[in-house]
């Protein structure tokens, strides 16, 4: 590795606390470091649960306990700032290994020593002398060729004083540049993922079938608003006849300005993007659309029903009150943690004081006669409309990760399987008058390897003949 | 199901292949150890055929699907790996003698596998992806070849300690290793195959979970522990290529590497939650 040695970089005016610094941030005790701590506090991350609602903390682990952990960021680590400190000081460690790095990658793609003296021998591996009868001429040309075939592109010739030709050959010399793309690539990640977090957004929306929306509240708590409107035409889900799902799919349209730009239909692992705004189908569900409940005096005589669209505040027939519909359950769960079945959730605004949440049971319609006041409802007749739940996502460091990451594989396949190889060769005539060749090569990496394909080029130019 | 019959026949052949490695070794007959290779060799093309079949059977029943989707299949196909990187570098590395210790690990695999439920269960809308394959295969090639190394860092020390005992017969009984700086190189060279795929099956997973999901990385369970691996395999390297890094304190990351790496692979689905759900085992 003697190409390789790290140039030492020039330390600035010999202030002794910079090159300190420098040599910790540079240091390979640093990096171990920092790649087990990672990995310890990932593991933890692992053993607690992340990011839970706090009462089930509370479930788990003793009161005192949530409060530490909860102080600590424990709940949620892998946002810590301590958790973000260790990702910094790994950037800033791949930084400064880089620039510390330059100077000798660079040194080593540099064409230097191009003579095979007696010195550079020592250096190299497979170092032979072969000698021929034949012309110095000859030999050159059948030596070009052949090595040619193992080392294509031109050789560099340089003549010495003492009338000796040397040829230096030399390929893979990009592969040096491996150690940038690996390392530059993980800063490429970071810089994608911190590009994500401060300009993209995450959010989720529910659109009924037919219904469209234009704002989406994000994962932070912020209205973020769309440049256009999403519209989910229809939702299907389909089930195997074990009861397992076996797609999902909405069909979406994107309208601007009243006009439909782009329909199409969404699945799992299919979404749509639009304006660098991206549509994942991720649950579905329904809602009541329309509700129509019977009014019941004190008794059980009906006064009256009432039609009720989602969401729309309605007089109740006969009273002052008025009537909404706000929620509803699929699988409602009495007070003695029984099953009962669908449930509506109404909100009565009386004429005079608070108003008043109930839940009305679908299935079981005499529930609400058991409440107090002067009347009762139950639900007559139940109209439900299908909603598909979207995940949206906007994130414009997205491509920075992928970069990175195709930069990453790319390195660490260079850096493993192709190596800077050099070979050189000399040729003189010798006292004796015959033709005489030396060779001998480096490899920056995977010597053994190279040894092999040393002895296979050795062994084609003692061929020569 | 022929292809349970045919999982059912390379189970015996990979234990035949684990007995006939063990009595080379104990025998040092070179017919012995040709027949041990074949057989191991036999293992990998029966177990292929099986999960050829299982393919092609998962079509009959109209669900049609690449075999790589619950726990019975990626041990299956973890088994089969497992055989072939083996296969590869005893030709390359000359190692016949590892046998011994590799060539039951296809074997207790299939054999953990036939516990497990087996029938071609339909698949899910998340795991329905062309990034299925790739995903898998390049995770399990590189699980596959962590576990190989983590073989040859237990011999190291196995050598290492007879060496120190007897060191001119090369460690008396158990001479007939590779020499424990060998043994180092292969372990070095074997985690020069595993990690690259270990990459690229973190950021396969990554890309797949962007498109099925919307988001490249969440911190689940199964995304931690990869990347955990990854860092202690990323140690291991920055230690062995730029500090030199070499003997007891490589094959002791090495060991610990393959330690996370099986919590990654079942740990993770026995013990923890989250999105890879093969493995729960209620």
């Not at chain 2, 690449?66 to 005893?90: K, M």
Request: proline share 3%; hydrophobic share 45%.
């Amino acid at each position: 590795m003697s190409a390789d040695t790290p140039v030492k970089a020039v330390k600035t005016e010999g202030t002794d606390w910079v090159s300190k610094i420098w040599d910790f941030l540079t240091s390979l005790k640093l990096i171990i470091i920092l790649l087990l701590i990672l990995a310890t506090l990932s593991i933890t991350g692992t053993l607690i649960e992340q990011n839970k609602p706090l009462q089930e903390y509370y479930r788990i682990y003793q009161p005192g306990t949530v409060a530490l952990f909860s102080k600590l960021g424990l709940f949620d680590m892998y946002h810590s700032w301590w958790f973000v400190v260790c990702l910094s000081l790994l950037a800033l460690n791949i930084t400064a290994c880089t620039m510390e790095r330059y100077r000798g990658i660079m040194a080593g793609m540099q064409k230097k020593n191009l003579i095979l003296d007696e010195k550079l021998s020592k250096s190299l591996q497979n170092y032979t002398t072969i000698r021929y009868a034949l012309p110095l001429t000859v030999i050159e040309a059948k030596m070009l060729e052949r090595t040619g075939k193992a080392f294509p592109g031109k050789s560099l010739i340089t003549k010495s004083d003492d009338g000796v030709s040397h040829y230096f050959f030399e390929k893979g010399k990009y592969s040096r540049l491996a150690f940038f793309m690996t390392h530059l690539s993980i800063l490429i990640i970071f810089l994608g993922a911190m590009a994500g977090s401060f300009f993209g957004y995450k959010g989720y929306v529910n659109i009924a079938e037919g219904e469209m929306v234009s704002q989406l509240e994000t994962r932070s708590g912020n209205i973020q608003s769309l440049n256009f409107q999403v519209k989910c035409n229809t939702f299907r889900a389909e089930f195997y006849s074990s009861g397992s799902p076996m797609d999902y799919r909405s069909d979406l349209s994107i309208l601007q300005n009243g006009k439909e730009v782009i329909r199409k239909t969404i699945r799992v692992n299919d979404p749509l993007t639009f304006e660098g705004v991206t549509f994942y189908q991720s649950s579905y569900g329904a809602l009541p659309d329309q509700v129509i409940i019977d009014v019941l005096k004190k008794g059980g005589s009906i006064t009256g029903s009432v039609t009720i669209p989602f969401g729309r505040k309605v007089d109740v027939p006969g009273v002052s009150d008025k009537v909404e519909v706000v929620d509803y359950q699929e699988h409602f769960h009495l007070k003695n943690g029984e099953e009962g079945g669908r449930a509506v959730g109404v909100t009565i605004y009386p004429a005079k004081g608070e108003p008043m949440e109930r839940w009305l049971l679908v299935d079981h319609p005499e529930y609400d006669q058991t409440q107090d006041g002067n009347q009762s409802y139950r639900v007559k007749d139940l109209q439900m409309k299908k909603y598909t739940g979207l995940q949206i996502n906007k994130d414009p460091g997205e491509i920075l990760v992928w970069l990175g990451s195709l930069l990453l594989i790319a390195g660490i396949m260079i850096a493993f399987f192709l190596s800077h190889k050099k070979l050189w060769i000399s040729l003189r005539t010798d006292n004796k008058g015959k033709s005489e060749l030396k060779i001998g090569g480096t490899a920056n990496k995977n010597r053994n390897a190279f040894g092999i394909e040393m002895e296979q080029i050795i062994q084609d130019l003692k061929e020569i003949s | 199901m022929t292809n349970s019959l045919l999982f059912g026949i390379a189970t015996f052949v990979y234990f035949f292949a684990m007995v006939l490695y063990v009595s080379y070794l104990a025998f040092r007959s070179e017919v012995l150890g040709k027949v041990a290779s074949i057989s191991l060799l036999g293992g990998v093309v029966v177990e292929t055929a099986a999960i050829g079949m299982r393919w092609y059977e998962s079509y009959q029943m109209g669900i049609g699907r690449a075999p790589l989707t619950n726990l019975y299949e990626s041990l299956a196909f973890f088994a089969w790996t497992i055989a072939v990187i083996y296969l590869v570098l005893e030709r390359k590395f000359k190692i016949k003698t590892v046998g011994a210790f590799v060539a039951p690990f296809p074997f207790l695999i299939m054999a953990y596998a036939a516990l497990n439920p087996n029938d071609i269960q339909p698949l899910v809308p998340a795991l329905k992806s062309n990034w299925l394959i790739s995903h898998v295969v390049s995770c399990f090639v590189g699980y596959a070849a962590f576990a190989v190394s983590f073989c040859v860092s237990v011999l190291y020390f196995i050598k290492v300690g007879a060496e120190s005992r007897s060191p001119k017969s090369g460690g008396s009984f158990w001479g007939f290793l590779p020499s424990s700086s060998a043994l180092d190189e292969i372990g070095y060279k074997t985690i020069a195959i595993g990690f690259p795929l270990l990459t690229i099956g973190i950021v396969t997973g990554a890309f797949w979970a962007n498109v099925a999901w919307g988001t490249y990385w969440s911190w689940d369970p199964k995304e931690t522990w990869s990347l955990i691996v990854w860092l202690i395999y990323a140690a291991y390297l920055h230690a062995r290529i730029t500090r030199g890094w070499r003997g007891k304190r490589a094959a002791i990351l090495s060991i610990v590497g393959f330690a996370a790496t099986l919590f990654c692979y079942l740990g993770v689905n026995l013990i923890l939650s989250g999105l890879h759900s093969y493995g729960s085992m209620s």
